[in-house]
């Protein structure tokens, strides 16, 4: 069997989709995109929305058709599904390292604006060698120590002897600052989300202070994500934000509080793995055909949708059991149901095709391009 054969067909019932699938509700995921794009008109900050959720040049347009300025990747072959899905934006955030592939990257250079990170002279000299000989500009952007304390230099002086060998480098300009802080996302509480958010940008506010002082301009200031992007919005430092969970959600950003205590519904969950129950050995216990190969479990267990008194609860590589609260719940062999996954990142990484569904059809089949881009 083609792994790259799509479980369904444009028109189908849902109920025949093959599975296990990875669902899109159209409906929800667009009213994602609405409210993302909503929330920023008239803020002043760009929206680069994050590849590496979605790994899909197609939703990177619908993004951009709703202002998004291009979007950002983790990996090479991210940026390269990207640019030659149509994307002309592409911010690498994160620090390339190796010949091939920054040669791939100043070869992306000629055909789409590319920005990357560096925090060490090693990859500035690296880029400087390779973009020099190719007559490319490349945009370089030092990452600041946030606190997430992943990569990344500490704020002040070492982001300005960074700054100032990109300008001395010959293929290269220096492109701002890449300043995520990835450890505030789920921090449950409103009130640990600002307070962290806040020590970040009094990193970049020291650092930003610094290189002024120094004739270093700063024109890009990036970071944020789908957990704490409206204090971003608001800080005034900010000049773009990096949310990208937002068009899918998980259960693990479900678990954020509002400011009143109760979970956040900003966002609707749109991102489903479709499952067929395939066995049923006793009134509490059932079983699905999706296991580790279909359902990421770093960020905890997946949720079954619309379904309470049913509860996923542990998985091995072909199965996953399910516990029926209630045993007079009338579920069958050969029932099928949707889960909410944990982590909507890796889950996305485990499929080859999105099945766009509305009102209980397929509209869409979109390819995951950049699935498995590893490098």
Request: hydrophobic share 40%.
């Amino acid at each position: 069997m083609n792994a790259n054969i799509p479980p369904a067909e444009i028109g189908m019932l849902l109920k025949n989709v093959d599975t296990p699938a990875l669902l899109i509700d159209l409906d929800a995921f667009e009213q994602n995109l609405d409210h993302m794009a909503q929330r920023l008109e008239g803020t002043g900050v760009r929206f680069r929305p994050h590849a590496k959720t979605h790994k899909c040049p197609t939703v990177a347009l619908l993004q951009m058709a709703r202002g998004a300025v291009g979007v950002c990747c983790q990996k090479v072959g991210e940026a390269e599904a990207m640019v030659y899905g149509g994307v002309r934006d592409v911010l690498v955030t994160n620090q390339i390292v190796g010949d091939s592939k920054i040669e791939r990257l100043v070869s992306l250079a000629k055909q789409a604006r590319i920005a990357v990170c560096a925090d060490d002279p090693v990859h500035i000299e690296a880029y400087g060698k390779i973009a020099g000989v190719n007559n490319i500009e490349l945009s370089v952007l030092v990452e600041l120590n946030v606190g997430s304390n992943r990569c990344g230099v500490e704020p002040g002086e070492p982001v300005l002897k960074l700054a100032r060998l990109i300008e001395e480098t010959k293929g290269l300009r220096f492109g701002g600052l890449q300043a995520y802080q990835g450890g505030a996302q789920h921090l449950r509480t409103p009130e640990e989300r600002a307070a962290a958010i806040q020590a970040a940008v009094d990193r970049v506010i020291d650092t930003t202070t610094h290189l002024t002082a120094n004739g270093i301009a700063c024109p890009v200031i990036t970071g944020a994500g789908t957990g704490t992007y409206r204090i971003e919005a608001s800080s005034t430092i900010y000049t773009e934000l990096q949310a990208g969970s937002y068009i899918f959600m998980d259960v693990d950003y479900a678990k954020n509080l509002d400011t009143d205590g109760k979970p956040l519904k900003e966002f609707e969950h749109s991102l489903f793995i479709y499952s067929t129950i395939i066995s049923k050995p006793t009134s509490d216990r059932a079983v699905l055909d999706a296991g580790h190969k279909a359902v990421p479990i770093d960020s905890g267990l997946p949720m079954v949708a619309d379904m309470p008194d049913l509860e996923y609860a542990g998985a091995s590589d072909e199965h996953g059991k399910l516990i029926l609260k209630d045993p007079q719940r009338n579920i069958k062999i050969g029932d099928k149901l949707k889960l909410i996954p944990g982590h909507c990142d890796p889950t996305v990484n485990l499929f080859d095709w999105y099945v766009g569904i509305r009102n209980g059809r397929v509209e869409s089949l979109w390819p995951i391009t950049a699935r498995g881009a590893l490098r």
